[in-house]
């Protein structure tokens, strides 16, 4: 799943604050100086603070930018108190979380501040990574915030990072095609029908097979739809954890993935298909059905604008929310965005969060949503005018995360997902036996016993 997307949505920042959410007021004594990084760098350049002002280095995923103003304003806004410099992290998350982790592993005091894909806080809070949220902040960080986005920030029944902006793929549909198929849009759908009203119309059905994040995100949320779990008992001891692959709702999600995948509609190529690659077939002659992120409507808007697509093309574009598995039965859908970590190691803690709290303002996640594409954890965004015009399907949205489902949070998250898609691709060859398969080899890797 990519955390991030280079395409803009055509918009401005709103100027309304969250309502009941306090301008960040906390200053305290800053600790030694921090290791200034260069931005776009990763090693640490020495140096110290900025005539006495604090700064705090803010790891983020590669975006358009936004992130980046972000940290120009807040800076501004923090009146002295602190300046933030971003320093950008590979484009892959498991890059990121690599690099993360040797230097969290290492002490480095340059990383203050971190854009942490939805699945990684488990992993450092468990390892002791993260500083601590104080109890006023994670009050403050919490309000209005959707529900995904708060299960993934939490640990151990607390609250580990902050949420900053969430994700969730839809349903995509091109109205003709649902229409000539017969599909009533306006109700939920299952993915047995999605498949024969592409078969009926000849129109692909886009979805992402590679070997790669997406393809846990499709599993997870066909699993969670289905009434199940990837992880059925968690635990921080990894020999007592219990895997749900080889479950009823394994088998039942297994069997709704080798389905679509060997239907003959997904489109050429799909054991290599990704978000972008759905995306584009969702923009040509032949696209019916797809799920993916948001960002393919600011893409087809950009792309407009650019006079490289005809305006009758997301013209056709409609959402929903994501396909059911079985009928009757509510969907899960997937959860992505970024949380903010707080390292244990800086030399300002204190001030780190305070910024997360001016950077997770309703004023910045609308502006992060305007022109990185980027949805917003705060629910109360997507009722702003600006965020409605922008996002004709934000109501959507919104419901789309109070429903979604995070991927399974666990210290051990890498090796299952790592696991997961080894066991899982190609969705074609998925089987009866491919959910006892994936246990016992996740498994083995969480005893030791066996290698990825």
């Known amino acids: 799943m990519p955390n991030v997307t280079d395409n803009e949505v055509p918009g401005r920042a709103v100027t309304r604050s969250r309502s009941g959410r306090r301008a960040p007021t906390r200053r305290r004594t800053a600790g030694a100086a921090a290791l200034l990084i260069a931005a776009g760098t990763l090693a640490g350049c020495g140096g110290g603070d900025s005539g006495g002002t604090p700064t705090l280095t803010w790891y983020i995923n590669p975006d358009s930018g936004g992130q980046a103003e972000i940290a120009s304003r ?12 971003v320093s950008v992290l590979p484009r892959n998350s498991d890059a990121q979380r690599e690099q993360l982790v040797r230097r969290l592993a290492a002490g480095d005091t340059s990383i203050d501040l971190m854009s942490l894909d939805v699945p990684f806080a488990p992993e450092l809070a468990q390892a002791g990574f993260l500083a601590p949220i104080p109890e006023d902040v994670a009050s403050e960080v919490s309000e209005d915030v959707v529900q995904g986005s708060l299960e993934s920030a939490t640990w151990d029944d607390e609250l580990v990072a902050v949420p900053f902006w969430a994700n969730t793929q839809l349903l995509w549909y091109r109205k003709s095609v649902a229409e000539a198929a017969g599909l009533d849009m306006t109700q939920p759908v299952t993915w047995d029908q999605l498949v024969d009203a592409a078969q009926d119309q000849d129109k692909i059905l886009s979805a992402q097979g590679r070997r790669a994040e997406s393809l846990t995100v499709w599993f997870n949320a066909l699993i969670e739809s289905a009434g199940g779990h990837i992880i059925d008992k968690n635990n921080t001891d990894p020999d007592k954890i219990e895997l749900g692959f080889d479950t009823a709702a394994g088998k039942r999600a297994a069997e709704v993935m080798h389905d679509v995948a060997t239907s003959g509609v997904v489109g050429p190529a799909f054991s290599t298909s990704s978000e972008d690659t759905s995306a584009t077939q969702f923009e040509s002659d032949d696209a ?54 707080v390292s244990k190691y800086s030399s300002y803690v204190d001030e780190a969060y305070d910024a997360t709290e001016c950077i997770t303002s309703d004023e910045n996640q609308a502006y992060y949503m305007n022109t990185n594409g980027n949805p917003a954890s705060s629910a109360a965004v997507y009722d702003d005018p600006e965020v409605q015009e922008a996002y004709p399907m934000a109501d959507t949205i919104r419901e789309s995360l109070e429903a979604a489902a995070p991927r399974p949070l666990s210290p051990y998250y890498s090796e299952i997902t790592g696991g997961l898609q080894r066991e899982y691709h190609p969705a074609s060859g998925v089987s009866d036996t491919t959910g006892k398969n994936a246990d016992d080899l996740i498994s083995a890797v969480l005893r030791g016993d066996q290698l990825l």
């Open 288 to 341: 019916g059905f797809m799920v993916n992120w948001p960002f393919v409507w600011a893409q087809a808007q950009t792309k407009v604008e650019a006079g490289t697509l005809e305006q009758d093309v997301p013209d056709d574009y409609g959402w929903a929310l994501y396909p059911q598995v079985d009928e009757d039965t509510p969907s899960a859908p997937p959860l992505g965005g970024i949380n903010l970590g």
């Open 74 to 85: 807040c800076s501004d806004e923090s009146n002295g108190a602190y300046l933030i410099d």
